[in-house]
């Protein structure tokens, strides 16, 4: 991948892709192991009546639920398996477990502003001009709170975000060499 | 009069023939009065040799008000010719590429016309009206083909000239890593600082220890070709050794199918290195969903249930990292997050007793293992950060002087 990075030709192009469909060939084949350690772990506990039992066999026929009808009447847009199972169930879960995250983000937010320390002031302070100045009504606040809190945003919060990104960006590379380099090897199973 | 009366009704037929030969709503009239006076193909350098860039110059005559262009190619001077790109009428280049019906192949030679698009108003028949006026005036397309040109050839680069610098940077960090891992081989003393984190993993499995509770270990909600997701690997492999060092049970709850075998082999691993090989449980190497929220809550039923005292959420992380790490500050375990996904950070920082920002968390397993290579490693890190803050000093100053070559070589395209 990284010589095609730098190497255009059709030539390596071929090959990275050919690469490339392998990958996506052994993960597809990765969903069956992951199948079978779902229906091994949680299968066994519902045979053993292990604690929490009844969670898991509604993990198992929920499992079944989705393969089975998804196998028999295909997962396209339209199918039965896909709007009554999917789209009308699923989403609509998914969706209420990620609106859960405004009340997580207000009981962050109320620790994170505790005013204990002086740096905890200074973030307080500065959340609260941010949050004044993105109100629509921020200008009749006062005439230059967007004008500030645009400055807050584009100088020392992006400044803060690159130092940040070009660290973890030489971070990741160095972690790609000893990939590379066969220095690290822990995620094949050796240390 | 009769005259007139005569050229009305030609025009009114030719309307209608028009009408009855093109689509209704749009009548093309091929002509040449708007065409681009000159249209000029090449081969675009440092690529594949699947794309063209195709040049024009507007036409120098007036009175026309030019809509947009439309780029066709063909593989023979006489066609069949295809529509490859569009453009308003301000534009006068577009590069042409390969598309799902037709291909742009190194090595073939293309031929290139430019068609400008205008608008002309026409009389057309109109029934509805009286005899008296018996058409009406609608605005038409016009389009207007200009000569075609060629043939260009596509032609494939070996190198891509225009990533040099990059190339450069890469070979200059490998060098530095090498020289670096052959010193900490030799015996120098490398010095890092100290990172609260790191020294916090022993705390948390500890803590862990002491309630007898397991130890949760999410990496992160990305596949194995993620390298947040190697650098968690090899994190969890430690943080494995150091509970089975404790006899503390590990739970690796995992997104995505694929991380199942490496997680277990990690994990596995873990065990191995500390002695207790007896001691690893396979079923605690949890494949829960690919569904991001489903996973999710997955893991969160897992702190509730299983009361787990110990949390490490280490790897790529996106709107699930707040949900994960609040629900385990309600349920009062200690907490140790990395990631390198910037927006997340703040999260992690708010919920989280220790998080291991950006370059720390990539830094950790050097420091975590002490193992010489990665030291080495991680300290050419260091030195490369320190060239790049020069080069950003130097670069400040040269543009504040007005030299601006620093800036154009650092540019990635």
Known sequence: ?191 | MPQKASCLLLLVLCCHICVRAQSDSVITIIAQGAAPATVVAEDVANDGGDRLLVKWTPTSQVGFSILGYRVLAAKAAAGPFQLMAETDGRTNEAHISSGESWKIEAGDAYFVKVVAVDSTTLAVADSSLPDSVGVKFVKRLRLSESPVTGPTVAEASWFNWDRLNIFLMIVLFYAAVMYMIKRAKAGASLHFRKIAGIDAIDEAIGRATELGKPVLYVPGTQNIENIQTIASIQLLTSVATRAANYDIPIIVPLNRAFMVTVAEEAVKQGFMNAGRPDAYVPDNIRYLSDEQFAFTSGTTGIMMREKTAAHFYLGAFFAESLILSEVGFTSGAIQIAGTANVHQLPFFVVACDYTLIGEEYFATSALVTRDLEMMGTLKATDYMKGFIIACLAIGMFLELIGVKFLRSWFQFI
Do not use: C
Not at chain 1, 7 to 20: C, G, K, M, Y
């Open chain 1, 1 to 191: 991948m990284i010589v095609q990075f730098f190497i255009p030709h059709p030539v390596v192009n071929d090959i990275a892709n050919r690469l490339q469909n392998w990958a996506i060939i052994v993960i597809s084949f990765s969903y069956v192991l992951g199948s079978a350690n779902i229906l091994r772990i949680n299968g066994e506990l519902v045979y053993r009546r292990g604690s929490g039992w009844p969670y898991k066999l509604v993990l198992v026929a929920a499992f079944f639920l989705m393969v089975i009808p998804g196998l028999l009447f295909g997962i396209k847009e339209g199918s039965w398996a896909n709007d009554r199972l999917f789209a009308y169930t699923y989403t609509p879960l998914a969706s209420t477990m990620y609106a859960s995250l405004a009340f997580f983000i207000a009981s962050a937010a109320f620790r994170a502003f505790r005013i204990r320390t002086w740096q905890a002031s200074v973030l307080a302070i500065t959340a609260l001009v941010v949050m004044l100045g993105r109100v629509p009504i921020s200008h009749l606040i006062w005439d230059e709170l967007p004008g500030i809190v645009d400055w807050i945003m584009n100088v020392p919060n992006t400044v803060a975000q690159r130092g940040i990104l070009i660290g973890a960006a030489l971070g990741a590379i160095a972690t790609g060499l000893k990939v590379i380099l066969g220095i690290e090897r822990s995620y094949l199973g050796r240390d």
